[in-house]
């Protein structure tokens, strides 16, 4: 990866190694061509968030092994599409954001008055 930049204009930090997120899987979220779901935003999973993307029909929560994918639960850390983000804060179920480790990417679709209204307090860095 690149040097990328967060939201907030500094370096961007990686989002989480346990689990393992990214498109790449090298626990960072920015932009990438190959990418067109947009993993773009570093949030703070929260059970509210995974029932109402389960719902959406994308389960973030049952293990899929052969994906290497180990299912997630509320507290981890995952780089989340953009669009999806967007329709869960439309909905009230939008979780809370890292912004040191969420692309400057977003703020093509989302603002930043949106973003620090939804940012997550803790501070602390993969």
């Not at 994918?69 to 599409?81: S, T, Y």
Request: hydrophobic content about 35%; overall charge negative.
């Amino acid at each position: 990866m690149e040097s990328e930049t967060n939201v907030l204009g500094g370096e961007l930090d990686g989002c989480s190694m346990d689990p393992v997120t990214g498109f790449m899987r090298d626990g960072y979220c920015y932009p990438l061509q190959r990418d067109p779901g947009r993993h773009e935003i570093c949030a703070v999973l929260t059970e509210s968030f995974l029932q109402y993307s389960k719902a959406q029909g994308n389960d973030l929560v049952t293990p899929r092994p052969e994906l290497n994918f180990p299912g997630l639960e509320p507290g981890d850390r995952w780089c989340v599409c953009v669009p999806r983000w967007i329709e869960a804060e439309a909905a009230g179920h939008a979780p809370p954001v890292v912004l040191e480790a969420t692309s400057e990417a977003v703020l093509e679709d989302v603002s930043m008055e949106t973003l620090r209204e939804n940012a997550h307090e803790d501070d602390q860095t993969v």
